[in-house]
């Protein structure tokens, strides 16, 4: 089992930057693929961004060129920083692991999700 812990989530204007970090703990050896979800109320989550162990990374098309994901694989940290933030980047955005090389609707482990709200 592996259990993850978002932070950063908060309250920014349009335009501003926030850094989401999530700490990955239990069975940290076999984790793969890292990511972030989001999702707004009343629609499903949706991948955001993910970055395989090798440091490989995916980025949904609208946060291409303002999101930045990394991660650490020594300290078991996977970060989203968001820049150019917009309103309707407003979400709870949840961190994910995944033991296998999957990108896509259902990894295995989620956190418990961080708000994200961004005030226009």
């Known amino acids: 089992q592996v259990q993850l812990v978002e932070s950063g989530g908060g309250l920014v204007q349009d335009g501003g930057s926030l850094m989401l970090s999530c700490v990955a703990s239990?069975?940290?050896?076999?984790?793969?693929?890292m990511g972030w979800y989001r999702q707004v109320s009343g629609r499903q989550r949706e991948l955001v961004a993910a970055?395989?162990?090798?440091?490989?990374?995916y980025y949904v098309a609208d946060v291409k060129g303002r999101f930045t994901i990394s991660r650490d694989n020594n300290k078991s940290t996977v970060s989203l920083q968001m820049n150019y933030l917009k309103p309707e980047d407003t979400a709870v955005y949840y961190c994910?692991?995944?033991?296998?090389?999957?990108?896509?609707?259902?990894?295995?482990?989620w956190g418990q999700g961080t708000q994200v709200t961004v005030s226009s």
């Open positions: 970055i395989s162990r090798q440091g490989n990374t």
């Open positions: 994910t692991a995944d033991t296998r090389n999957y990108v896509g609707a259902n990894p295995q482990y």
């Open positions: 239990g069975s940290i050896s076999g984790i793969y693929v």
